[in-house]
């Protein structure tokens, strides 16, 4: 797997995709790539003017691409349903967008901002566009985690983390929650006999935006490897056939084993019917009976 590079994707010609986040970051050139092999992208990001630039720079690097921005704000669920409300197909979901290591805030609606955006709004994105991926063959869902879940803790009774907030514990947990939620999408679409894979991946450390360095942000780029390299593991998941649903890829393309918290079924199915509750979003197409 590690000789495996972008030239080495299918043909994506007739899917679409929408990559989460994809305005900046590792989003970006996973967009881009997906774009490069035919697919219709959809840059999907809270801010037009960034959104609307991507678009224009995926454009730019591959002539004829078929590419459109789409508005989506993961941190206020109204957003989150009004984007899916307006998505006709998908094949391909790519759940990259995200925060970290900021200050404790609140979402719209009033989660603890890391666990509310990263993982709550790509619940409930991924659980409303469930009955268009569904309807494609062979479709597929990917979550972007890290290895910081495996720091990750999940106190049900200090969801807002009201008591005990540290950013980089947050970012964990919202990691952690990522890891739970893409290996309990695999069960579940096993047990239903749905036609649909999910795969998590880390990118491994890369010069992204999600690390605010001040005035020393420029050495970011001396640090860690670029946002081209960091979306490999996005890239692979997302369209290799040699992949199984519920496996989890590294920065280096080698399956990683997660923690022992993030293989809990039971912790997973407890996030899962949190999740439900506080989004509103049912997957009643794959809910256990």
Do not use: C
């Not at 009201?162 to 679409?189: P, V």
């Amino acid at each position: 797997m590690t000789t495996w590079t972008p030239a080495s994707m299918p043909d994506l010609t007739g899917k679409t995709a929408i990559v989460t986040g994809a305005n900046t970051g590792i989003g970006l050139p996973t967009a881009l790539e997906l774009a490069r092999h035919g697919a219709h992208v959809v840059v999907a990001a809270r801010n037009p003017g960034k959104g609307a630039a991507a678009v224009a720079e995926i454009q730019r690097a591959v002539p004829g691409a078929e590419v459109e921005y789409g508005r989506l704000d993961l941190s206020d669920l109204a957003s989150v349903r009004t984007f899916a409300a307006g998505v006709g197909k998908v094949d391909l979901l790519v759940n990259n967008a995200g925060i970290g290591m900021i200050p404790r805030q609140e979402t719209k609606d009033g989660f603890e901002m890391q666990f509310g955006t990263n993982h709550l709004g790509h619940f409930a994105l991924t659980g409303l566009l469930l009955p268009l991926l569904l309807a494609a063959p062979g479709a597929r869902v990917v979550n972007v985690s890290s290895d910081a879940h495996a720091m990750g803790r999940l106190d049900f009774g200090n969801l807002d983390l009201e008591r005990g907030y540290g950013r980089m514990s947050a970012y964990g947990r919202s990691k952690l929650a990522n890891l739970l939620f893409a290996l309990e999408l695999q069960r579940r679409a096993q047990r239903a006999g749905a036609d649909l894979i999910s795969v998590a991946t880390h990118p491994g450390a890369t010069a992204t935006s999600i690390f605010k360095l001040g005035p020393l942000q420029p050495l970011l780029g001396l640090l860690f490897k670029g946002p081209a390299r960091g979306a490999l593991s996005s890239l692979y998941a997302a369209t290799s056939p040699d992949l199984r649903g519920g496996e989890f890829v590294g920065p280096t393309l080698k399956l990683l084993t997660p923690s022992e918290t993030a293989r809990s079924e039971e912790v997973a199915r407890r996030l899962w019917d949190v999740s439900t509750e506080l989004t509103g979003v049912r997957f009643d197409e794959i809910a256990y009976s």
